[in-house]
């Protein structure tokens, strides 16, 4: 059974490492593999993010055409013998080497349970915000306010004043609605203000350094904490961060970086 079970690993193994050697396409003789597909899109990153996903197969086989030739051409004006050359290949060889380390080291840092340990132990520790959400009415003078705050205390909607008044780009258009806000996510003068009114409630005139403001309050919630589902991706990165870090500096250790540029104490 166990022989069984080597024998279909094994299988298995071979197939996928066939797979990455598949060659699918070539120039002038030179092979292009599925493996080398893979390792180019990892390296170029965000500018293969720019290829619209139906061409970017295409592109990538290009630039590793482009890169073949060039690379032979090189080869050929002998810059592998140029000095540094050396230097730079063995660089890039290490860098190489601790990026596939500390990428196979830290690959079983983001667990399910780690994420959902994380996600749990900052839910119990974490201070929940006060959050208040309000409507405000923006114009440039104080008397302009005065009289915007008349037509509201007479009865009219707060909302359709904001809309015909508000020089607010951003929220004048929708009844002077700000939605949801922490008090720091505000400038202080209004944040002030804001936090101090129930539901419900219209402000004074208030000055800040965009003008007057008259507000209404709506609501005032404790802010919730996201769910786990929303924010599973951002601990994985962060659980992932943390264990290549703690790799660097675990192999770091008590070793000394000793300095031969520098002067000596």
Known sequence: MLGGSLSGGSSMFAS???????VVARIDGMD????EIAMAGED??????????????DYLIGYLADLKIGARAAERAKLAEAPGFATRLAYFRQKVLM????????????TPEAARKLYDDTLKTAKPDD?????HILVEKEDEAKAA??????????AKVAAELSKDPGSGKEGGDLGYFTQDRMVPQFA??????KPGDVSEPVQTQFGWHV????DRRTRPFPKFEDVKGEIETYLVRKAQQDIVLGLRGDLKLERLDQPKP
Request: without cysteine.
């Open 16 to 22: 996928a490492q066939a797979q990455a050697d598949k």
């Open 32 to 35: 292009i593999t599925e493996m």
């Open 44 to 57: 170029l990153g965000e500018r293969i993010a720019q290829v619209p996903a139906a061409q970017r197969r």
């Open 99 to 110: 990026d596939e380390f500390i990428s196979r080291e830290s690959r079983n840092a983001a």
């Open 131 to 135: 959050e208040v959400r309000a409507r």
């Open 149 to 158: 705050l008349a037509r509201v205390r007479a009865g009219e909607d707060f």
């Open 192 to 197: 002030a203000m804001a936090f101090q009114l």
């Open 215 to 218: 507000i209404k309050v709506e």
